[in-house]
């Protein structure tokens, strides 16, 4: 954001060691700290005292941190940022737990969002962790919470809230249209990532999915920010009608699979065939996964057919109900 300056965070650096200044900070300790995905505003009060505080800031690209911090005033010498990023992220983080041993207090940060979520981080707190130092985390922007709560992930089963985070595709199209099959027998909801140049190649990836819904988030948290939901087979028209579309930086969300559900014929048919060989509860659950009717309603179902089959012989099986 053009408009934010180390002068606006003045008064917020002040609020930062009021707020968090009073917490225990122990030495020997990593702390691993998000930073904004896009908005500056989005750092925290305990991030802000942390980056101030700590002996050394480790990180993705110096540059790139070295003008987040000065943003909110916050002047460190060259000699205090510690270069950690995939390709050295191995021999790096021994660096880094060899200053942990000499008791410092070292930051970590990607350059955007949480470290270790599609960005370096993961091997570092591996090897702080080996070497039994305590690892502190700071929680804050992440592309993938942001698009979850703006997308309205809804779905037909019983949990609809579950979700995986997939990050980013295989960039060859091969082994991608492979892991797009894969996805498409998940009813979850999956979250992808994805960088602008892949964009178009993932877009048509995923038309494969067909109706299934997509929600799109481009430029999260900036100023031109832009999320869009539509059918999985409709994501190459929409790139192609405006080519600012293909710029930046983007979260994509596959919404949970609709479980069709049917009038209750479908589910009788099947739980009958299915308390043929199986416990109620059994025959209840799979019914239901396959059928798509309701647990509860297949339940009632089940102990109706059970009891007109004089089959009340395993009173603990009808007794067990589902947990709903």
């Known amino acids: 954001m053009a408009s934010i300056t180390a002068a606006s965070f003045g008064a917020v650096l002040s609020a930062a060691s009021d707020a968090a200044g009073g917490q225990d900070y122990p030495q020997s300790t990593l702390y691993v700290v998000a930073t904004p995905i896009g908005n500056l505003a989005d750092i925290t009060l305990r991030a802000l005292h942390v980056l101030q505080m700590v002996d050394a800031v480790a990180c993705e690209d ?86 979850i709560g703006a997308a309205g992930l809804v779905g037909g089963s019983d949990d609809s809230s579950a979700f995986v985070f997939a990050g980013f595709l295989p960039s060859k199209a091969g082994e991608r249209d492979t892991a797009v099959q894969a996805l498409a027998l998940d009813p979850r909801a999956v979250i992808l990532l994805e960088a602008p140049h892949r964009i178009e190649a993932v877009a048509k990836a995923l038309t494969v999915l067909g109706e299934r819904r997509v929600t799109i988030g481009r430029e999260l948290t900036k100023q031109f920010e832009e999320i869009a939901t539509m059918a999985a087979s409709e994501l190459p028209a929409w790139f192609a009608a405006a080519r600012d579309r293909t710029r930046g930086e983007f979260a994509l969300a596959l919404h949970p699979m609709t479980v069709a559900v049917d009038d209750g014929a479908e589910g009788e048919r099947v739980l009958r065939l299915l308390l043929e060989e199986l416990p109620v509860k059994t025959a209840v659950r799979l019914a239901a996964e396959i059928s798509g009717a309701p647990r509860n309603a297949l339940y009632g179902t089940a102990l109706r057919i059970r009891k007109d089959g004089n089959r009340i012989d395993d009173k603990a099986d009808l007794h067990d109900e589902p947990n709903d």
């Open 62 to 147: 110096t540059r790139h941190t070295q003008s987040l911090l000065r943003a909110y005033g916050i002047d460190r010498p060259g000699g205090q940022l510690l270069a950690l990023h995939q390709h050295n992220e191995a021999e790096a983080a021994q660096t880094v737990v060899a200053r942990l041993a000499q008791g410092e207090r070292i930051a970590y940060v990607s350059d955007a969002g949480t470290p270790g979520v599609s960005d370096p981080g993961a091997r570092l707190v591996a090897a702080a962790r080996a070497a039994r130092f305590r690892v502190l985390p700071l929680p804050g922007a992440s592309a993938v919470t942001t698009l």
